[in-house]
């Protein structure tokens, strides 16, 4: 839920508005109920597939024009996702990969701190170099090592979403 949030804030704190009226609308589907997506990529839980389908129709049938999905992990059911709904949806690391390469350098180096399942699926390596490599441009990579994720990102991301805040950010 607070990648929700946390999102929704991105998007009006980003929207040049000087009233309520001026601000992008946004019809929002935040269902914590999920099937966990890092527990199911690992093949110890089940797929998200089919309730990600359920909100993502939802959502189109409110009005949704467009589609963001604030979590990372789920985006390793996105092409099946997207087969399903009759809008755009935005990949989340088509945009990681744009913001990068809006800060100037045609190099960079990106560190990524995120779910063991997002990092070993290779979501971002491999998307990102693609990206890169299409534009001509060059990717490198700072990921944590295996024990990194199990002792302190994965420890981290559970207290987030658990509330504990200050705990979670003293991991990472």
Known sequence: PLATVDFMTKIIESTPASCDQDHIPMIVSCNPQIPDRTQAYKNQGISPLSEMIINA????????????????????????????????IIHI???????????????????????????????????????????????????????????????????IKAGNLELGHALL
Not at 63 to 88: D, M, R
């Open 57 to 88: 129709k939802r959502l189109v049938d409110a009005g949704a024009k467009v589609i963001a999905i604030a979590c990372n992990t789920a985006h390793l059911w996105f092409e099946q996702l997207e087969k399903e709904i009759p809008v755009p």
């Open 93 to 159: 690391v088509d945009s990681a990969i744009e913001a990068i390469y809006k800060v100037g350098n045609p190099n960079p180096v990106v560190g990524l701190l995120a779910t063991e399942a997002t990092i070993s699926s290779g979501l971002y390596v491999n998307r990102g170099n693609s990206i890169a490599q299409a534009q001509g441009k060059q990717l490198s990579w700072l990921i944590p090592t295996n024990e990194e994720i199990l002792e302190w990102v994965m420890p981290a991301i559970s207290s």
